[in-house]
């Protein structure tokens, strides 16, 4: 029998390839989703080496009919979509007065449609095997809008929208979907990047003021993992020294 599958859709350097390591070591096959998907290779080999399965591919989650392509692809090849975690980005600011229709849509796009695209069709593989996980990466914008975010923060409170009647529709069909928050600043390349234009030395900040993706990637394996009598819906991650 083939191992269970996690796909990834969105499956960037940071927090999608801590997500797929931790699930290639409990002994899933990872498939990772993203727009350019040779950028997956030097994980996929990584995975491989330590002795798990992994796949990557090219998948604009913003198109249905990719999306609807892939996910058969791998329920025919590779094996039953147990987890499908969706996790694209999007994250950019702009002044509402600079915010262009296009620009808009855009990021609507990809914070909000890619969940609806992925979410929808992993219903379709999971309802009728009474079994599966949904899984969407959300943010502070989730549930607080910002100076600057108005396109983000509207498409990132309509994932939290989807993910919560998704939640109560397929919850009684053992599909447990969970909306996870992450209100912290991430330690990748691009948030240090950031903090440097602020003129903040990264190296300076106190131990674990950043969010380290490895442990995200553990948050998504601990709710994968939970039993249905306590499934969590929505969880928050922060760091200690983080304001909320």
Same mark, same amino acid.
């Given at each position: 029998?083939?191992?269970?599958?996690?796909?990834?859709?969105?499956?960037?350097?940071?927090?999608?390839? *801590?997500?797929?390591?931790?699930? *290639?070591?409990?002994?899933?096959?990872?498939?990772?989703?993203?727009?350019?998907?040779?950028?997956?290779?030097?994980?996929?080999?990584?995975?491989?080496? #330590?002795?798990?399965?992994?796949?990557?591919?090219?998948?604009?989650?913003?198109?249905?009919?990719?999306?609807?392509?892939?996910?058969?692809?791998?329920?025919?090849?590779?094996?039953?979509?147990?987890?499908?975690?969706?996790?694209?980005?999007?994250?950019?600011?702009?002044?509402?007065?600079?915010?262009?229709?296009?620009?808009?849509?855009?990021?609507?796009?990809?914070?909000?449609?890619?969940?609806?695209?992925?979410?929808?069709?992993?219903?379709?593989?999971?309802?009728?095997?009474?079994?599966?996980?949904?899984?969407?990466?959300?943010?502070?914008?989730?549930?607080?809008?910002?100076?600057?975010?108005?396109?983000?923060?509207?498409?990132?409170?309509?994932?939290?929208?989807?993910?919560?009647?998704?939640?109560?529709?397929?919850?009684?069909?053992?599909?447990?979907? *969970?909306?996870?928050?992450?209100? *912290?600043?991430?330690?990748?390349?691009?948030?240090?990047?950031?903090?440097?234009?602020?003129?903040?030395?990264?190296?300076?900040?106190?131990?674990?003021?950043?969010?380290?993706?490895? #442990?995200?990637?553990?948050?998504?394996?601990?709710?994968?993992?939970?039993?249905? &009598?306590?499934?969590?819906?929505?969880? &928050?991650?922060?760091?200690?020294?983080?304001?909320?």
């Amino acid at each position: 029998m083939s191992n269970p599958v996690c796909l990834i859709v969105g499956a960037g350097d940071y927090i999608g390839a *801590a997500i797929a390591r931790r699930f *290639a070591a409990g002994g899933y096959t990872v498939c990772l989703g993203r727009r350019n998907g040779e950028k997956s290779a030097a994980l996929v080999k990584e995975i491989s080496d #330590s002795g798990g399965q992994a796949h990557g591919f090219t998948l604009d989650a913003r198109e249905e009919t990719q999306i609807e392509e892939r996910f058969a692809m791998i329920e025919n090849e590779i094996g039953p979509l147990e987890i499908v975690i969706s996790n694209p980005g999007g994250n950019v600011n702009f002044p509402i007065r600079e915010t262009t229709e296009r620009v808009f849509y855009k990021v609507w796009k990809m914070a909000c449609l890619t969940g609806f695209l992925s979410g929808r069709e992993a219903a379709k593989y999971m309802v009728p095997r009474n079994k599966g996980t949904i899984l969407f990466t959300g943010a502070t914008a989730s549930i607080r809008g910002g100076s600057g975010f108005g396109a983000f923060a509207s498409a990132k409170f309509a994932l939290r929208g989807l993910a919560q009647s998704m939640a109560r529709e397929l919850g009684p069909q053992n599909i447990h979907v *969970a909306h996870l928050i992450i209100d *912290a600043g991430v330690d990748t390349a691009f948030v240090k990047e950031r903090l440097e234009a602020r003129g903040i030395n990264r190296d300076e900040l106190p131990e674990d003021t950043l969010m380290n993706p490895k #442990s995200v990637g553990e948050a998504y394996w601990m709710l994968h993992n939970q039993t249905r &009598d306590a499934w969590t819906h929505e969880m &928050d991650l922060r760091p200690f020294a983080e304001k909320f």
